[in-house]
């Protein structure tokens, strides 16, 4: 996968296929970029279970936040990542390990090794986006915000996932 | 459109636009209401803490003006666009999200009459101090810069004088500074000119001009290209870095990142200010926008031909238009206006101020009033109109002396434009 720029249909596909997400580095805090997007995409009907040995044992927005990955007693098919570019290596390793399909890595993070170990076992890789921008933007909703969303077409808007 | 990157006349057209999703009605519908329902308490406050895409009230967002942003967006190829209810809105707001009471601002002395006014006078009582520079030379913005300046602005074509910005030498001497470079691109037209490509970080217009073309919506928008760090300067913003109180705490940069200026200018400056562009008129530019193209080709086209004409003509003393190869600003043109120089422009006459009025009263097709950007032709006497508020020295430094007339030359038929103002020259 060419990591600088994504075809809208491998992100769609991604948004389409994914139903639970653990969100690592999720926060506590109502006004951190990360509980926007964990609760945005709860809305949208992901199941998110955040990560944060910092908040272990607490619940954020009705989920139990845990250690680490590996704690997580249910499968998981997206790792999302709200953490530095350097941190990423052993979470892309505990991904792999519990058998998630896609590493996706927010807004600011990139790490080319990491994203290259989890697509040869086998994992999709977004790196540098947000699931909460990439589903406004394939399904029109951010262009209400004045977005340029960079998609053109003549047909009713997608559905993203339903 | 798979995998091409759609050209200029296609975004026009489509760019922000799809068929309703509900009625499956193919232009964008007008939403003439005030407010949008929330399914329920925890929906709403989702909106309001700005953590769900949606509409709350159509002072901050409504479906038809964000339609218009993002097809200007596309346009202007930016990340994000904030409409407003003139162009004079879109400053105000693109200044309240930059500045802080004591802050400065460099802007170019070749402006639009009413933004020297506005800058000059309402803007101080935000404590927002102006210091105007002559642009020709890029550098004097360098030997102007002054440790509380948080921005440079310019036009990319300079209304009324035709003069043309020198933008990526300009956008340099910000970055150099750690400043943002505001370009006001509204006489040249996203068609004519793209000012992000050439380095610009936040694209002003009054889309009431070219953009509308009708001569029917007043209308604005800010056009933010995402590529500008807030937090890495030795300037501060704290807008859009600082935690903002009336959000909990919310710090717009670290969330929005690349459109973090756009989210914090609807949310906080329209929010607050209120200038918001209505439904029906964001519904008539996104009609007048899809023939930009189109229209500005037959707009230079014309006025071209109308410039010639005047520059051989005994009772004109000098034309300023840049599309003519010996004007000063020729060279300037062809790099950033390269499909012409627009329709906008000033001549002189000879016999001062009272031909000129004696002109703007004698012609019978132009309509004598105070717009540009419209597809009718319109003539202006500054001194005597759009300019007046100036002294005698802003007059001759905004290039609006009392000898000057200013043309927005219109697409109609080009030898009854040229016959028209050759029968009113005559009667001068």
Redesign the interface.
Same mark, same amino acid.
């Given at each position: 996968m060419n990591h600088d720029s994504y !075809?809208d %249909?491998y992100i769609l596909q991604i948004l389409r296929e994914v139903r639970t997400i653990a969100m690592v580095g999720a926060s506590p805090n &109502? +006004?951190r !970029?990360s509980?926007?997007a964990m /609760?945005?995409l709860q $809305?949208k009907g992901y199941r998110v279970i955040p990560v944060n040995p910092a908040a272990a044992g607490e619940t954020i927005l009705g989920e139990t936040c845990h250690a680490s990955l590996k704690d997580i007693p249910v499968p998981v098919d997206m790792v999302d990542c709200f953490r530095n570019s350097a941190a990423i290596p052993p979470i892309a390793q505990e991904a792999i390990a519990i058998g998630a399909k896609v590493l996706w890595m927010q807004?600011?993070v990139r790490n080319d090794e990491a994203a290259a170990r989890a697509e040869a076992a086998g994992l999709k890789v977004v790196m540098n986006r947000?699931p909460k921008i990439e589903f #406004?933007r394939l399904s =029109? $909703?951010? #262009? &209400?915000? #004045?977005? +340029?969303? =960079?998609?053109?077409? %003549? /047909?009713? /808007?997608k559905v993203v996932k339903s | 459109m798979s995998n091409r990157k759609p050209g200029f006349e296609t975004l026009a057209i489509h760019a922000g636009a799809a068929p309703d999703p509900t009625t499956g009605a193919r232009i964008t519908p007008i939403f003439q209401t005030t407010a949008f329902v929330f399914d329920d308490v925890d929906h709403a406050a989702s909106l309001f803490n700005l953590q769900a895409f949606g509409n709350i009230y159509s002072r901050l967002t409504n479906p038809t003006v964000s339609v218009f942003e993002e097809r200007i967006a596309a346009l202007e190829g930016g990340r994000a666009a904030v409409a407003t209810a003139s162009g004079h809105a879109a400053q105000l707001l693109a200044f309240h999200t930059l500045m802080e009471p004591g802050d400065e601002f460099l802007a170019s002395r070749r402006l639009y009459g009413g933004s020297i006014t506005q800058f000059s006078h309402s803007f101080r009582k935000f404590g927002w101090n102006v210091i105007f520079v002559d642009p020709d030379d890029p550098q004097n913005f360098a030997r102007a810069m002054t440790p509380k300046c948080k921005a440079i602005f310019v036009e990319s074509l300079a209304n009324p004088g035709g003069i043309v910005c020198d933008i990526a030498a300009i956008s340099e001497v910000a970055h150099a500074a750690g400043v943002p470079l505001i370009v006001d691109n509204t006489m040249a037209s996203p068609w004519l000119c793209r000012p992000i490509e050439h380095g610009a970080d936040i694209v002003i217009h009054s889309t009431t001009k070219f953009i509308s073309g009708h001569g029917n919506s007043m209308g604005g928008v800010i056009v933010e290209a995402g590529k500008f760090d807030w937090s890495k300067g030795p300037r501060k913003y704290p807008a859009l870095t600082e935690p903002t109180p009336s959000y909990h705490g919310l710090r717009f940069y670290e969330t929005f990142g690349d459109m973090a200026f756009a989210v914090a200018t609807r949310a906080v400056g329209l929010r607050d200010l209120g200038p918001t562009m209505a439904p029906l008129n964001a519904f008539l530019s996104l009609a007048g926008v899809e023939t930009l193209p189109l229209r500005m080709e037959r707009h230079c086209q014309n006025a071209q031909k109308v410039a010639e004409f005047l520059s051989k003509h005994p009772k004109v003393a000098w034309v300023s238009y840049a599309g003519l190869p010996g004007d000063k600003y020729h060279a300037l043109a062809r790099k950033y206006l390269p499909r012409g120089a627009g329709s906008v422009f000033t001549f002189g006459v000879k016999g001062g101020y009272e031909t000129g009025v004696k002109l703007v009263e004698s012609v019978e097709l132009f309509s004598h009033l105070a717009n540009i950007g419209d597809t009718r032709s319109l003539i202006i006497h500054p001194a005597s109109t759009t300019h007046r508020q100036l002294s005698a020295e802003q007059l001759a430094a905004a290039g609006a002396g009392p000898d000057v007339v200013r043309l927005s030359v219109g697409i109609e038929n080009v030898e009854d434009i040229i016959a028209d103002l050759d029968q009113a020259l005559a009667k001068g």
């Open positions: !075809p %249909s &109502w +006004n !970029p509980y926007f /609760k945005y $809305e807004l600011g947000c #406004g =029109g $909703e951010i #262009g &209400w915000m #004045g977005v +340029n969303t =960079g998609v053109i077409s %003549s /047909k009713r /808007k | -």
